[in-house]
């Protein structure tokens, strides 16, 4: 339990700082930074239960563009003010970095294995915000149909 605390508490911290560095408004950087708790914290849970890469990271970012969606209205600001800092902490940066290495040593299996948990990163958190954004425009069109 206690890990699971500091990495939230360490989603949070590291989206503030990304929050910082994308110029932010200062009363937008605590919001955009608990969206980054939250999709951590939904990613957890799937991997918890999942055990898998794919589904939970999707769930995470699905999370985080439906968090972005709902805090995009509520403070009148763009979505993406949300999105990028919630996403900080799916990043796959460590698969990424051993991909590369597996290339650069010429370590095919290496580079072949972290490179296929990267790219189910990729597709997982891409996957997940078109996801998110075509149910909400689905819902959007249907609203402003019966409102003419």
């Known amino acids: 339990m206690?890990?699971?605390?500091?990495?939230l508490f360490m989603a949070f911290s590291c989206s503030l700082g990304f929050a910082i560095v994308f110029g932010v408004r200062v009363?937008?950087?605590?919001?955009?930074?608990?969206?980054?708790?939250?999709?951590?914290?939904?990613?957890?849970?799937g991997i918890h239960y999942e055990k898998g890469?794919?589904?939970?990271?999707?769930?995470?970012?699905?999370?985080?563009a439906l968090?972005?969606?709902?805090?995009?209205?509520?403070?009148?600001?763009?979505a993406?003010?949300?999105?990028?800092?919630?996403?900080?902490?799916l990043i796959p940066g460590s698969t990424l970095y051993y991909t590369m290495s597996g290339v650069v040593g010429r370590n095919w299996e290496m580079?072949?294995?972290?490179?296929?948990?990267?790219?189910?990163?990729?597709?997982a958190i891409a996957a997940g915000i078109s996801l998110?954004?075509?149910?909400?425009?689905?819902?959007?069109y249907i609203v402003k149909k019966g409102n003419e």
């Open 2 to 7: 206690k890990e699971i605390i500091v990495q």
């Open 27 to 45: 009363g937008l950087m605590i919001p955009a930074s608990l969206g980054a708790t939250l999709s951590w914290a939904v990613y957890l849970i």
């Open 53 to 64: 890469i794919f589904i939970s990271c999707l769930a995470g970012a699905a999370m985080a």
């Open 67 to 78: 968090y972005a969606e709902i805090q995009a209205r509520v403070w009148k600001a763009p």
């Open 80 to 89: 993406t003010l949300f999105l990028v800092p919630a996403l900080i902490p």
């Open 111 to 123: 580079a072949s294995d972290y490179g296929s948990r990267t790219l189910q990163y990729a597709l």
């Open 132 to 140: 998110v954004w075509a149910v909400t425009s689905m819902i959007f």
